[in-house]
């Protein structure tokens, strides 16, 4: 079935046949039917499959059948192929823009009714939301187009090839095309027809498309409508109503639609997303709009809507769910969404392509300032030295502006969107400017985004990735002269008149990242820094079945492919089943929207949000003895207006003599909100107001002598000089223990300046543990020596081939009549580099009431580190053991409880052993986890469902550990969280529970 339409799959052009100019995406009252369910499908191994199933008569009874929208990938248990993951690799040669004959391809057909009343319609038009990659389409055996673009909306005008009754739709589906070169985002790839197919009837009279413009004057406190209406004469008179504000206006004619002036106007923002209901009709048609009045402006470096500075608490949202990929569920989205604003994240980031179109419905309605980006991504292109680049190829102009059109027609009434982004890592070149050109004839009211313009050559915002802290607070200092990447000191004049924002930065991949704090110091302290988008803010993970049939979530790699980039795809703070990581506990505790800042008997409570004020909160404050609360009470405080400060008064305290004393107050919802109910916690601060309490000297004996080291102490019970039980229960221990099983970002290779100084170029942390044998070490008992009540080992500590180690003294003793150890751990010289950890491990078996669960008082509820101490509070916490550990994709470290003052190991409700830790003589606490698995067999998992069962507990008391960083994609551990080879001890006093 030949056909001039016919495309081939390295046709460089967007496709053919498709109707131009693009459309909004409306809500209309003409008729639509969806053609999404049940279709019939066939997938072919190769894209040269004869065309003679789109012919109306052709019987398709044997084909399998699948869900229009979906990914094939994902459906028919693995009947369809696999999802393949890569980051910046191409799964083809990289040959463009030619795909190899290897190239699924789907071929789907269902059959549809067009009533009888739609032969009053003007037009029939087919609508698909997004089909991945490349699609042909025909209805009754005639061929309409083609289209590539896969997260773009295409429509086809079909009047002249349906019929009243029944009809056949069939679609021909390229996994590969040249369009591929241009969506190399880094996710996974996964084709198919994935989003909504709709037939729609246009009425004559009807409105091709509208825009209202608004926008509204802080200063005059008015809002105005500028209206863009794509209808024939005939359909005029329009009508546009807002009936809340008391607007119908009429227009008579084309000529007419001028702009209006709306009085008594709530502006729009992502705080208070004030919405308005408002139609726009004809005598044929009706379209119904949500407006928000806002106006977004850059003025000088600053980037402003409604004429105050936006601070972006931003994440990267890619659409992904761990069964349907990228189809969209609008229960799950919006769940996302209200998740999202719970931890205080006031901005997406549509990375790498516009999202469905349902999402902006919910952003404009929840308050998101959306930046929206366009599907464009050519990173693949950065292996061959960006030769034949696509964004700076002539041939390519047309696919480009036809994808940059397609992302602002579709969205452009939305408010929350306040930012066009044209793509992401895809070089530089005249095609991006061309794109940027358009948008800025197109759209005067957005400004427009591109990373990869690092000279601003095209674009109105400065942006980076991954800057780290200096670099940060350089490109934030005025008057500063130094370059900028990859500026000349006149570009890098240039970049500084723009506003700044990080399009990425804090890579969350597995346990961290750390510093999220420092970022935000910077951007408190320099206007032109307007915040960034976290990398990223959820797991892509696909859920799979492990051998043993334990659900899993599946990651680069896991389905076989040839190449693919391992767990890259797994650095959301959200996990695969939507549970959120402490990282964006953290998050939220570093961008709360208050501030609260002791002083003597007050507290100074500032806003920095935006615009609204705090009239939505409420502040309450409580007591703490040891983490139990004695009182509670609302703390006074009059409204804060956005940027401004008030004063109040602390209640009076109780301060306990013999217990620590702590001040919480918590800044809550007074009334629910769409995405939180009342009560909701919005910002925290704590106040310690304890006295300070001695701590016990360390009683050092004189009359040592050797023994064998059996013996009774208290609880504990000893048998040639190790210990053997706690409490009458089988304890081994206590080991020196430096090893962790590596974080993603321990295990990323050190290629930044600003890397740790003994970080060596290309090498992991993890490589320098291993090759030191951290995760391997051997110990010689040196000594055994006892008084009457105490024991002392000596032991020295170090790894095969090494002549490095490690001196642990232990010294059991009777202190008050209770069981004290003391640990003291002393390097060797000449320890090159970082350590993951220093600390003792206990192993306790199980017994006949396994430990389950503890109780402690310190930091938490979630595990912290040293450069992700925010979400944390000291007070009184409890959980099991599983809910100690965060079930990150691949197991790594995890549930480190800093600053522990008492631990009591629980099984079931029963304590069974209870520990105290004394600080250090520096005031230093330690910290402890307690796991199933050591370090050492956690390393060793690649999933979860690989660290089986066990009911041994291993409990790890640190005296420090290592910061997380960001190294996987950006700075590693910042210096003053680093944690170099020291001398440390460890004071622990031991009852019965
Ligand atoms: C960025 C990129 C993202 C993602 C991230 C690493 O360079 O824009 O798409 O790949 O790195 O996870």
């Known amino acids: ?14 496709g053919r046949g498709a109707l131009r100019p693009a459309r909004s995406w409306l809500h209309s009252d003409a008729p639509s039917r969806s053609l999404n369910g049940s279709w019939r499908f066939r997938l072919s191994p190769t894209a040269s499959v004869t065309e003679d199933f789109a012919a109306d008569g052709f019987v398709d009874d044997g084909w399998d059948s699948i869900p229009v929208p979906s990914h094939w990938v994902l459906e028919g248990d693995g009947a369809y192929g696999r999802p393949i993951y890569t980051n910046i690799q191409f799964p083809f040669p990289i040959d463009p823009p030619h795909v190899p004959d290897e190239n699924p391809t789907g071929d789907y057909r269902r059959r549809f009714d067009v009533p009888a009343d739609w032969s009053d319609a003007e037009r029939v038009v087919l609508r698909f939301d997004g089909v991945e990659s490349l699609f042909r389409v025909w209805v009754n055996g005639v061929e309409i187009g083609s289209a590539s673009g896969s997260r773009l909306a295409h429509e086809f005008d079909v009047t002249s090839a349906v019929r009243t009754g029944d009809n056949v739709i069939a679609v021909r589906v390229h996994q590969w095309s040249a369009a591929s070169y241009v969506e190399d985002q880094d996710q996974w790839w996964l084709p198919g027809i994935f989003r909504d197919v709709t037939l729609i009837a246009r009425p004559a009279g009807g409105i091709e498309d509208v825009w209202l413009r608004t926008g509204f004057d802080h200063a005059r406190g008015r809002g105005s409508v500028e209206a863009e209406i794509t209808a024939d004469a005939a359909a005029f008179p329009v009508t546009l109503r807002i009936p809340e504000l008391g607007v119908e206006h009429v227009w008579d004619t084309p000529a007419d639609v001028a702009p209006l002036d709306v009085t008594g106007v709530e502006p729009w923002s992502a705080e208070r997303p004030r919405l308005y209901d408002a139609t726009v009709s004809t005598a044929a048609e009706n379209i119904a709009l949500r407006v928000g009045f806002r106006t977004v402006e850059i003025r000088g470096d600053r980037f402003l809507v409604n004429g105050s500075r936006v601070v972006f608490h931003g994440v990267n949202r890619h659409e992904t769910h761990p069964e349907r990929g990228r189809v969209f569920d609008e229960e799950h989205a919006r769940e996302d969404l209200a998740r999202m604003k719970r931890f205080n994240v006031n901005a997406i980031r549509t990375s790498h392509y516009p999202p469905h179109p349902r999402l902006l419905d919910l952003a404009d309605e929840l308050g998101f300032w959306v930046v929206l980006e366009c599907d464009l ?10 030769v034949g680049n696509p964004s700076d190829d002539p041939a390519w102009r047309e696919a480009y502006l036809d994808r940059i059109r397609r992302t602002v027609e579709r969205d452009k009434n939305h408010p929350s969107i306040v930012i066009w982004s044209l793509g992401n890592e895809s070089g530089t070149g005249g095609n991006l400017a061309a794109m940027s050109a358009w948008v800025h004839a197109r759209d005067t009211g957005r400004p427009v985004h591109y990373e990869g313009d ?28 130094s370059a900028l990447l990859n500026c000349t000191p006149a570009q890098s004049a240039r970049q500084r008149t723009k506003p700044f924002l990080l399009c990425e930065y804090a890579h969350a991949m597995g346990n961290g990242p750390g510093a999220f704090d420092q970022y935000e110091a910077l951007v408190r302290q320099y206007p032109r820094l307007h915040g960034g988008f976290v990398w990223e803010w959820r797991d892509h993970g696909i859920l799979a079945t492990a051998p043993d049939g334990t659900p899993y979530y599946a990651y680069g790699g896991d389905f076989g492919e040839v190449v693919h980039d391992g767990n890259f795809v797994m650095d959301g703070m959200l996990l695969s089943n939507d549970v959120p990581t402490p990282s964006l506990h953290e998050y939220k505790a570093v961008v709360q929207p208050v501030e609260f800042v002791f002083d003597g008997g007050k507290v100074a409570v500032t806003n920095l949000r935006h615009s609204a004020d705090t009239s939505d909160l409420l502040f309450r404050w409580r007591v703490e003895h040891d983490g139990l609360s004695v009182a509670s009470g609302d703390l006074e405080i009059p409204v804060v207006a956005a940027g401004e400060s008030q004063w109040a008064s602390l209640p ?26 009342e009560g909701h916690v919005i910002a925290t601060a704590q106040l310690d107001c304890s006295t300070r309490r001695p701590v016990p000297a360390v009683r050092l004996q004189a009359d040592w002598r050797p023994g064998d080291g059996t013996l009774s102490l208290g609880v504990a019970e000893f048998a040639g000089g190790s210990l053997i039980r706690l409490a009458g229960r089988p304890v081994t221990g206590p080991r020196l223990e430096l090893f962790r099983a590596p974080t993603d970002n321990d295990e990323s290779p050190a290629d930044r300046i600003e890397d740790s100084d003994n970080s060596i170029d290309g090498v992991s942390s993890a490589d320098l543990w291993r090759r030191d044998g951290l995760d391997r070490l051997t110990t010689r008992r040196v000594s055994v ?8 080992t000596l032991d020295k500590v170090s790894a095969a081939d090494s002549a490095l180690s490690v001196m642990v003294e232990s010294v059991w003793s009777l202190e008050d009549g209770e069981l004290e150890l003391r640990v003291e751990i002393e390097p060797s010289r000449g320890w090159q580099t ?11 078996p199980d017994g006949a009431a396994p430990v389950d669960g503890a109780q402690w008082f310190g930091l938490g509820p979630l595990e912290t580190y040293p450069d992700s101490l925010r979400a944390a509070r000291t007070g009184l916490f409890s959980a099991t053991v599983h809910d100690l550990s965060v079930d990150y994709a691949r197991p790594q470290e995890t549930g480190h409880r800093s600053e522990l003052r008492r631990l009591a190991l629980t099984s079931g409700s029963t304590e069974v052993l209870r520990i105290e830790a004394l600080p250090d003589t520096r005031g230093r606490r330690p910290g402890f986890t307690l796991s199933r698995h050591t370090p050492q067999q956690i390393a060793r998992a690649g999933h979860p469902f690989e660290l089986g069962d066990s009911s041994t507990s291993h409990l790890i008391v640190d005296a420090a550990q290592h910061g997380l960083g960001s190294r996987t994609c950006g700075p590693d551990v910042w210096p003053e969280f680093a944690l170099r080879p020291e001398s440390r001890t460890i004071r622990l006093r031991i009852s019965a529970g």
Request: no cysteine; glycine share 6%; charged share 20%.
């Open 1 to 14: 079935m030949p056909s001039q339409l016919s495309p081939h799959v390295s046709d460089i052009a967007p």
């Open 652 to 677: 009076p305290i109780a301060v306990a003599p013999d217990a620590e004393t702590w001040l919480t107050i918590d800044a809550v919802l007074a009334a629910p909100t769409p995405w939180a109910p």
């Open 785 to 792: 020596e006892h008084t009457a009540d105490a024991l002392r």
């Open 377 to 386: 991504e050519t990173h693949g292109f950065d292996k061959v030295g960006w």
């Open 454 to 481: 690092y000279t601003g050559e095209y674009t109105d915002i400065y942006s980076r990735m991954y800057a780290s802290v200096p670099e940060t607070e350089q490109i934030g200092a005025d008057g500063t002269r």
């Open 834 to 844: 970082v350590w993951p950890r220093i600390g003792v491990r206990f192993e306790l």
